[in-house]
């Protein structure tokens, strides 16, 4: 996917909001983005995205469906990688 337009959306909370909850077709997600830092170093390779700012916004139709027919990462153990402008 293109870095520039892809956020994550975990699990734990499609979960939350699923199911258990009044009307969940009916939700939105709303993702504020503002990429500020535009390069990121990763396991020897370098990502370098454009500055991006903006209010998008999903239904949580859209992302279950998206949820049912993709893979999902598992974190075995989550490492912070440092961050650059």
Do not use: A
């Given at each position: 996917m293109e870095p520039r337009f892809t956020v994550t959306f975990n699990l734990k909370d499609a979960l939350?909001?699923?199911p258990w909850g009044?009307?969940?077709r009916q939700?939105?997600?709303f993702f504020w983005v503002d990429w500020v830092a535009v390069r990121m170093d990763y396991?020897?390779?370098g990502y370098v995205?454009?500055?991006l700012t903006g209010i998008w916004k999903a239904e949580f139709a859209q992302?279950?469906?998206l949820r049912h027919r993709s893979h999902i990462h598992?974190?075995?153990q989550r490492q912070r990688h440092p961050?650059?402008?």
């Open positions: 939350s909001y699923g009044n009307d969940y939700f939105r997600v396991y020897n390779k995205v454009e500055p992302i279950e469906e598992w974190y075995n961050e650059s402008n």
